[in-house]
Antibody, heavy 113, light 112 residues
Framework: QMQLVQSGPEVRKPGTSVKVSCKAS????????MQWVRQARGQRLEWIGW????????NYAQKFQERVTITRDMSKSTTYMDLTSLRSEDTAVYYC??????WGQGTLVTVSS | DVVMTQSPLSLPVTLGQPASISCRSS???????????LNWFQQRPGQSPRRLIY???NRDSGVPDRFSGSGSGTDFTLKISRVEAEDVGIYYC?????????FGQGTKVEFK
């Protein structure tokens, strides 16, 4: 089964951006669909968007459409999520998920002035 | 967006006894291909979620058979036939039929 290792915790000021990475360790990476999901403290899981690794096609939740970009580097088996114009409400644990079966360990992003 | 509503939100359980969680969607989850994309996830304390059930009743590899999923249309249920200590955590239903995928609020399972 694919294993996903995410980058470490981040602290950002409001209005700035953050880029979270997710490295996969499995030869099936190129045939996967990678989702990004976040979980604010005490809140339900929230889908941000996904990328079909092979084609690079992406789809984003309308809520994040103008602020998020998901990309991948197949040579590094790594997926990235870039979130801009950060606000305090973006403070959450961000997860990458492969085909809904393999989850990264989560990356805490804290937005605070 | 499709709203997923779980009940109860807190479920006190007894070791060895059955437990049941309900999930209701605001729209039918039957997709045009005939499949119903309703998943169940378990999140143990301090861990990432993991999928237990996909397409209503299919158990993922390694999931004990004490977990079962059922339902159709807009009403779904996750059952644990005999609760074990490792089952403590938060359970989420998630629909993947309509874009965007949406999750229930979560049901916290803990011992009485």
């Amino acid at each position: 089964q694919m294993q996903l290792v995410q980058s470490g915790p981040e602290v950002r000021k409001p209005g700035t951006s953050v880029k979270v990475s997710c490295k996969a360790s499995a030869f099936t990476y190129s045939s996967s669909a990678m989702q990004w999901v976040r979980q604010a403290r005490g809140q339900r899981l929230e889908w941000i968007g996904w990328i079909v690794v092979g084609s690079g096609d992406t789809n984003y939740a309308q809520k994040f459409q103008e602020r998020v970009t998901i990309t991948r580097d197949m040579s590094k088996s790594t997926t990235y999520m870039d979130l801009t114009s950060l606000r305090s409400e973006d403070t959450a644990v961000y997860y990458c998920v492969a085909d809904w079966t393999a989850w990264g360990q989560g990356t805490l992003v804290t937005v605070s002035s | 967006d499709v709203v997923m509503t779980q009940s109860p939100l807190s479920l006190p359980v007894t070791l060895g006894q059955p437990a049941s969680i309900s999930c209701r969607s605001s729209q039918s989850l039957v997709y045009s291909d005939g499949n119903t994309y309703l998943n169940w996830f378990q999140q143990r304390p301090g861990q990432s979620p993991r999928r237990l059930i996909y397409k209503v009743f299919n158990r993922d590899s390694g999931v004990p058979d004490r977990f079962s999923g059922s339902g159709s249309g807009t009403d779904f249920t996750l059952k644990i036939s005999r609760v074990e200590a490792e089952d403590v955590g938060i359970y989420y239903c998630m629909q993947g039929t309509h874009r965007p995928p949406t999750f229930g609020q979560g049901t916290k399972v803990e011992f009485k």
